[in-house]
């Protein structure tokens, strides 16, 4: 899926897709180390800390990503294909992925930024609430009459926001029938503009943030890649972690070059919290995400939904129904730490 995600969209001339496999560096064991004792300091150190993530941190999952040696777009300058060993369904969030979860969890990452469009950080369990897709979700549909998003188990079948052939069934305003607005993907195509929405609450957060640590990407996107830059406006850091030399390095208080899932593994360590488990009987289904003037909308169809943008929850399949028709609503870490009853859902 990911070659054909690669393959789909316009090709532009490679100039437009940065610098390409560049060489990796890695850290002494020493020097690695070191690291990540600093970037511990600086988490204890940090009140407002912001995570930007890239490909870097999805390829231990089986995902190639574009630039590394073996990168999409690295192999296809030289004529050749990336061998992926997974599809997107298939692909579990990485050791990265479950300890930015646990972080935010404990209220030590506020927000998470990310280029990725494999849809982990929300198989891991991190709300829609607290995350920025900038360049899209392969398993996202969206509306494009009341920008309902709705999430499914399998990766949407087009691309470049194009229509997916399938209807809003969200009820209008009187509850009395269904939206109908055509559903398009959300992945965006080259120079496509970012969602606004998306693109604003991540400058947003950046701009508050006293630590912006990027995870996985050479920062050569723009605007993505400019974002953690914020943060040394608000006169806070930015540590980068990646494997390869990144635009901004400069700028950055700390770099660190290493495979990230080592470098997490060590923070943790570092901060004393345990990893949580990817719970393979948890995965993204039903969506629900309302963008902030459809709020009204949702208090007059549920009130128990009615506090906060609780955007995403996590499905847990009913083991006696094999039609997969009723999924059971289990996600009770919602923004406002008010516990969301479990209920039953159908599946769209
Ligand atoms: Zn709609």
């Given at each position: 899926m990911s070659v054909n995600y690669a393959a789909g969209l316009s090709n532009f001339p490679h100039i437009h897709k940065g610098n390409l496999g560049l060489p990796e560096i890695f850290d002494s064991p020493d020097v690695l180390q070191k690291g990540i004792d600093q970037l511990v300091h600086l988490i204890k150190q940090s009140k407002y800390m912001v995570v930007h993530t890239g490909a870097g941190i999805s390829t231990s999952a089986g995902i190639p990503d574009f630039r590394g040696p073996n990168g999409v777009w690295t192999l296809e300058a030289k004529g050749k294909s990336?061998?992926?060993s997974i599809d997107f369904d298939e692909a579990v969030p990485t050791k990265t992925h479950m300890s930015i979860l646990a972080l935010k969890q404990h209220g030590i990452v506020k927000y998470v930024v990310s280029q990725n469009i494999d849809g982990l950080h929300l198989r891991s369990g991190l709300p829609r609430s607290h995350l920025s897709e900038l360049h899209g979700n392969m398993f996202v549909?969206?509306?494009?009459?009341?920008?309902?998003?709705?999430?499914?188990?399998?990766?949407?079948?087009?691309?470049?926001?194009?229509?997916?052939?399938?209807?809003c069934q969200q009820k209008g305003k009187r509850g009395l029938?269904?939206?109908?607005?055509?559903?398009?993907?959300?992945?965006?195509?080259w120079e496509a503009s970012l969602p606004p929405n998306d693109l604003s609450r991540a400058e947003n957060e950046t701009k508050k943030s006293d630590l912006s640590l990027c995870?996985?990407?050479?920062?050569?996107?723009v605007p993505s890649g400019?974002?953690?830059?914020?943060?040394?406006?608000?006169?806070?850091?930015?540590?980068?972690v990646n494997l390869q030399k990144t635009k901004?390095?400069?700028?950055?208080?700390?770099?660190?070059?290493s495979y990230v899932d080592d470098v997490m593994q060590g923070v943790m360590k570092g901060l004393g919290l345990d990893i949580p488990e990817y719970n393979i009987n948890l995965y993204l289904g039903i969506v629900t995400y309302f963008p902030d003037d459809n709020i009204s909308k949702i208090k007059s169809q549920n009130s128990n939904e009615s506090k906060g943008k609780l955007i995403v929850y996590a499905i847990e399949k009913v083991k006696d129904d094999p039609d997969e028709k009723?999924?059971?609503?289990?996600?009770?870490?919602?923004?406002?730490?008010?516990?969301?009853?479990?209920?039953k859902v159908k599946k769209f």
């Amino acid at each position: 899926m990911s070659v054909n995600y690669a393959a789909g969209l316009s090709n532009f001339p490679h100039i437009h897709k940065g610098n390409l496999g560049l060489p990796e560096i890695f850290d002494s064991p020493d020097v690695l180390q070191k690291g990540i004792d600093q970037l511990v300091h600086l988490i204890k150190q940090s009140k407002y800390m912001v995570v930007h993530t890239g490909a870097g941190i999805s390829t231990s999952a089986g995902i190639p990503d574009f630039r590394g040696p073996n990168g999409v777009w690295t192999l296809e300058a030289k004529g050749k294909s990336p061998k992926v060993s997974i599809d997107f369904d298939e692909a579990v969030p990485t050791k990265t992925h479950m300890s930015i979860l646990a972080l935010k969890q404990h209220g030590i990452v506020k927000y998470v930024v990310s280029q990725n469009i494999d849809g982990l950080h929300l198989r891991s369990g991190l709300p829609r609430s607290h995350l920025s897709e900038l360049h899209g979700n392969m398993f996202v549909e969206k509306c494009e009459k009341c920008q309902h998003e709705y999430y499914r188990c399998t990766p949407v079948k087009t691309m470049k926001e194009q229509r997916t052939g399938n209807l809003c069934q969200q009820k209008g305003k009187r509850g009395l029938s269904n939206c109908r607005g055509k559903l398009r993907d959300t992945i965006l195509d080259w120079e496509a503009s970012l969602p606004p929405n998306d693109l604003s609450r991540a400058e947003n957060e950046t701009k508050k943030s006293d630590l912006s640590l990027c995870l996985g990407t050479t920062l050569q996107i723009v605007p993505s890649g400019k974002i953690p830059l914020l943060t040394i406006k608000n006169n806070g850091k930015i540590v980068i972690v990646n494997l390869q030399k990144t635009k901004y390095d400069k700028k950055a208080s700390l770099l660190i070059h290493s495979y990230v899932d080592d470098v997490m593994q060590g923070v943790m360590k570092g901060l004393g919290l345990d990893i949580p488990e990817y719970n393979i009987n948890l995965y993204l289904g039903i969506v629900t995400y309302f963008p902030d003037d459809n709020i009204s909308k949702i208090k007059s169809q549920n009130s128990n939904e009615s506090k906060g943008k609780l955007i995403v929850y996590a499905i847990e399949k009913v083991k006696d129904d094999p039609d997969e028709k009723n999924l059971t609503l289990n996600y009770p870490k919602v923004e406002n730490n008010e516990e969301i009853a479990v209920k039953k859902v159908k599946k769209f």
